[in-house]
DNA sequence: TGGTTTTTAATACTCAATATCAATTTCTGG
DNA sequence: CCAGAAATTGATATTGAGTATTAAAAACCA
């Protein structure tokens, strides 16, 4: 727990910064937020009710967002659902997604973002963000 | 409509190898697809009602997907929404998306896309498409 | 501690997209 | 060209993710 105490200070700020505030379903679902690399919801729902069986679904649907405002999260749409990834821990990453699998691997690489400010600055765009996903199949999958 | 013809050869290629068959409301859905740049199924549902009451909004979600199977459209998830592209005519490409008015520029850069194939082969993926979409402010929006 | 403000939980609701299924259309092969 | 098998359509019901509402509860601040 004492590892988290940097994401938890990252919440409080926050919350101080727009007059939110701390409360103990807001700290229960960050606890278990940062024990995953990516949820969605309705997994978290599920998960937290076993322990609390009167959090409320939308509870968990509007703290992930607000996770989002406050940096700790990312939501990503992967089908019809939406996965909030962790990137509190770490730095801005990219995703190649095994379509058979759906094994999912992380990584960066400095020479594509530069490319990509390259092609932006060349049609007048400044970037805020950007998405990158490589779909194919990975080791286990080409046999 | 003599133009088409390639498409429409696409989409009888492709109903040919998998016992679907040519309807009506298929040809109708190509014709006013290959129209459009990018378009959701509720958008063509409504430009299909004019001329055809009957048409269902359920055909026209069948039939996009179809495109999309048969490579004639290509389906994007933009906020709530599915978005189909037209991608019959033009080589791929990503996107460049304005957050404040929604503006999308097309470009392609094949330094990027060689970029990711040394990715995916240093984690031993193999690429099947990819989808990188840069969020940011167009210069208008900039002011 | 009391009072103001925010948050929660439960539920209703919205809306995009899919499932169902009887009636219709397309295609195939004789 | 026609009949029968197979696929498709259209109308509607349903699903399911996510949001809006609101009374009650919790958090914060002086």
Redesign the pocket.
């Given at each position: 727990m004492s590892r988290n105490l940097k994401e938890f200070a990252v919440l409080k700020d926050h919350?101080?910064k727009?007059?939110?505030?701390?409360?103990?379903?807001?700290e229960r679902?960050l606890a278990l937020f940062l024990k995953t690399e990516h949820v969605?919801?309705?997994h978290m729902y599920r998960s937290l009710s076993k322990r609390?069986?009167?959090?409320?679904?939308?509870?968990i649907?509007?703290?992930l967002?607000l996770f989002c405002d406050a940096g700790l999260a990312q939501a990503r749409?992967f089908g019809?659902?939406?996965q909030y990834d962790n990137v509190s821990h770490k730095r801005h990453h990219d995703h190649l997604i095994c379509t058979t699998c759906g094994k999912i691997v992380e990584f960066e690489n400095c020479e594509i973002e530069r490319l990509q400010e390259e092609v932006a600055a060349k049609h007048g765009f400044v970037i805020q963000t950007h998405k990158l996903e490589l779909y194919g199949l990975c080791s286990r999958c080409q046999r």
């Open positions: 919350l101080g727009h007059q939110l505030k701390l409360t103990r379903q807001r679902i969605t919801a309705e609390d069986p009167h959090i409320g679904l939308a509870t649907y509007r703290t967002n749409h019809a659902q939406t």
